[in-house]
């Protein structure tokens, strides 16, 4: 397998719907993280929602959230054609910023619960995520996007991702 070069960066020109949510979601994931470890465990439930809802729209496109903005007249990047005035994130195959849905879904979850069955700890693990959501959503970098672009996935707000010419074509002594 041949990794890819270069650095994937989503676009920061505008405030478009999966940017606002990746924000928002990260907010959350940092709040709900530190209420449940300074004021009741019971908060890391509202991780757990976040990590469901994620996965859910990495499987069938609908996000609450993503719906909410799009009343507010935010527009959307990856939207489904024809959805209508519903947002509906594009599920015609599984291209990077998908895979990202899942992935940090999957990893919240899993985490929220081992935070809740076996060791508040995990809180920082769950607690970085939200913090590189925010970064990500941010400044357009992102360590999980970069992982899976390198790794081969294709994505669909930068597809000509930034290539350093200092890295694509090195040659060293």
Not at 24 to 29: H, M, S
Not at 137 to 159: H, Q
Request: charged content about 10%; some cysteine; overall charge positive.
């Amino acid at each position: 397998m041949t990794l890819r070069k270069g650095f994937y960066v989503v676009p920061t020109d505008r405030w478009y719907i999966e940017r606002a949510v990746w924000l928002i979601a990260g907010v959350v994931l940092v709040s709900c993280t530190l209420l449940a470890v300074l004021v009741n465990p019971l908060w890391i439930l509202g991780v757990i929602a976040t990590g469901l809802v994620s996965i859910n729209v990495a499987l069938t496109g609908f996000c609450p959230i993503g719906n909410v903005l799009k009343l507010l007249g935010f527009k959307p990047a990856l939207a489904a054609p024809n959805s209508g005035k519903l947002y509906f994130l594009q599920t015609d195959s599984w291209y990077l910023e998908r895979r990202i849905y899942v992935t940090v879904g999957v990893n919240i979850t899993l985490g929220s619960i081992l935070f809740l069955a076996h060791s508040p700890w995990w809180g920082l693990f769950i607690g970085f995520v939200g913090a590189a959501m925010v970064w990500f959503a941010s400044t357009g970098l992102c360590i999980l996007a970069n992982v899976l672009y390198w790794i081969g996935a294709e994505p669909r707000l930068n597809p000509g991702a930034l290539r350093s010419p200092r890295i694509a074509g090195a040659k060293h002594a």
